[in-house]
Nanobody
Framework: QVQLVESGGGLVQAGGSLRLSCAAS????????MGWFRQAPGKEREFVAT????????YYATSVQGRFIISRNNAKNTMTLQMNSLKPEDTAVYYC?????????????????WGLGTQVTVSS
């Protein structure tokens, strides 16, 4: 059974940092792009960041560019999202996902495996 499990969410003050992790099991995703999405209450799910299969290419939403860093470790089948300078508007449930393609993509329909999410709350 393929599973993606996020961890590392929590409550942090504005300006603080959190590091999210995504652990994959059931199959390897070393040939797949991976990404992070988020969904705030009352809003649609939105793209956050994506990384190519070998980690050489990354792409970020404008809203997090320069503050968040996505990385992956194919040997461990894991992915991380380092979130710095957090803002209250970053509050959301964050989901990791694995794409069906190897190159970076911000399109949710390209992602075929999803985790259950981890809550990130940023207080002002």
């Amino acid at each position: 059974q393929v599973q993606l499990v996020e961890s590392g969410g929590g409550l942090v003050q504005a300006g603080g940092s959190l590091r999210l992790s995504c652990a994959a099991s059931g199959r390897t995703f070393s040939s797949n792009a991976m990404g992070w999405f988020r969904q705030a209450p009352g809003k649609e799910r939105e793209f956050v960041a994506t990384i190519s299969w070998r980690g050489f290419t990354t792409y970020y939403a404008t809203s997090v560019q320069g503050r968040f860093i996505i990385s992956r470790n194919n040997a461990k089948n894991t992915m991380t999202l380092q979130m710095n300078s957090l803002k209250p508007e970053d509050t959301a449930v964050y989901y990791c996902a694995a794409a069906r393609i190897s190159s970076t993509t911000a399109e949710a329909y390209e992602y075929v495996y999803w985790g259950l999410g981890t809550q990130v709350t940023v207080s002002s």
